[in-house]
């Protein structure tokens, strides 16, 4: 069975971190592309940050780039995003994903973000 476990998320001021973890099992997590995605309350789904399977390519959305830093172990199957300098507009329901088909989801971690 597949799963994506995300945890980390939480309440948080301006200008605080957090770190979003998300433990793989179930598939070949080292081989596969893995994405975190977000959805702020009552807006669609945003694609927040990529690695590639083995690690060395990165991409992340312009809202979030230099803020966050997407990583991985694959000897753990787990996948990180530091959430850094966050602010208001980053609350949201966080969610690691399989890419490039999203075919698999976690259930998602929220991360609020409050004055």
């Known amino acids: 069975e597949v799963q994506l476990v995300e945890s980390g998320g939480g309440l948080v001021h301006p200008g605080g971190s957090l770190r979003l973890s998300c433990a793989a099992s179930g598939f070949s997590f080292s081989s596969s592309s893995m994405s975190w995605v977000r959805q702020a309350p009552g807006k669609g789904l945003e694609w927040v940050s990529l690695?590639?399977?083995?690690?060395?390519?990165?991409r992340y959305a312009d809202s979030v780039k230099g803020r966050f830093t997407l990583s991985r172990d694959n000897v753990k199957n787990t996948l990180y995003l530091q959430m850094d300098s966050l602010r208001s507009e980053d609350t949201a329901t966080y969610y690691c994903?399989?890419?490039?088909?999203?075919?698999?989801w976690g259930q998602g971690t929220q991360v609020t973000v409050y004055s």
């Open positions: 690695i590639m399977a083995g690690g060395g390519t990165i």
């Open positions: 994903a399989s890419a490039p088909g999203y075919d698999y």
